[in-house]
Antibody, heavy 119, light 110 residues
Framework: QVQLVESGGGVVQPGRSLRLSCAASGFTFSSYGMHWVRQAPGKGLEWVAVIWYDGNNKYYTDSVKGRFTISRDNSKNTLYLQMNSLRVEDTAVYYC????????????WGQGTLVTVSS | QSALTQPASVSGSPGQSITISCTGTRSDVGGYYFVSWYQQLPGKAPKLMIYDVSNRPSGVSNRFSGSKSGNTASLTISGLLAEDEANYYCCSYTTSSTLVFGGGTKLTVL
């Protein structure tokens, strides 16, 4: 069965960096686009970024452009999110998710990892 | 990349039907038949309920249905059950090749 397991969350000071990882199993990772979606405490879902199956196309929400970088290693079945210049408003649970279909809609989600940006 | 507009809350009694709306623009909901809906129970990851406006993944009850008219998509849940109480989010593909979510709707089963 599809499994997505995030790691790398924690508490970090504003302006610092953090890298999230997502280990995928149960499907052919290199055939699927992958997303990061976040959810601030008590708030709704916010789409963050997507990377196509081959890593050749990446798209971001405006609020993280220039600060976050999505990447993948298909040989390791792993998705990454490098987060630089973190802000208090980046505090959220970050979900790794699989994309499918022409629109890369999300069909499977990980359980999430909490990132807290605080001084 | 403004969030899609959903009502903050809806409610219904067991056995009734409810509909949750999701309003966007021609750049997202109105431009494609690429709207999906997710159910999120407290403390859990979201679950896909509807994709491509009206398609149900395997295993999702046929009490859940979706539709779209113009810039507004809708999720209808018929024969409400207590277990349907959750937050529901719509999501659309956009002209920028990104996804955008709605603000979420809390469904209360009375």
């Amino acid at each position: 069965q599809v499994q997505l397991v995030e790691s790398g969350g924690g508490v970090v000071q504003p302006g610092r960096s953090l890298r999230l990882s997502c280990a995928a199993s149960g499907f052919t990772f290199s055939s699927y686009g992958m997303h990061w979606v976040r959810q601030a405490p008590g708030k709704g879902l916010e789409w963050v970024a997507v990377i196509w199956y081959d890593g050749n196309n990446k798209y971001y929400t405006d609020s993280v452009k220039g600060r976050f970088t999505i990447s993948r290693d298909n040989s390791k079945n792993t998705l990454y999110l490098q987060m630089n210049s973190l802000r208090v408003e980046d505090t959220a649970v970050y979900y790794c998710a699989r994309g499918v279909g022409a629109d890369e809609h999300i069909d499977y989600w990980g359980q999430g990892t909490l990132v807290t940006v605080s001084s | 990349q403004s969030a899609l507009t959903q009502p903050a809350s809806v409610s219904g009694s067991p056995g009734q039907s409810i509909t949750i709306s999701c309003t966007g623009t021609r750049s997202d909901v109105g431009g494609y038949y690429f709207v999906s809906w997710y159910q999120q129970l407290p403390g859990k990851a979201p679950k896909l309920m509807i994709y491509d406006v009206s398609n149900r993944p395997s295993g999702v009850s046929n009490r859940f249905s979706g539709s779209k008219s113009g810039n507004t998509a809708s999720l209808t849940i018929s024969g409400l059950l207590a277990e349907d109480e959750a937050n529901y989010y719509c999501c659309s593909y956009t002209t920028s090749s990104t996804l955008v979510f709605g603000g979420g709707t809390k469904l209360t089963v009375l």
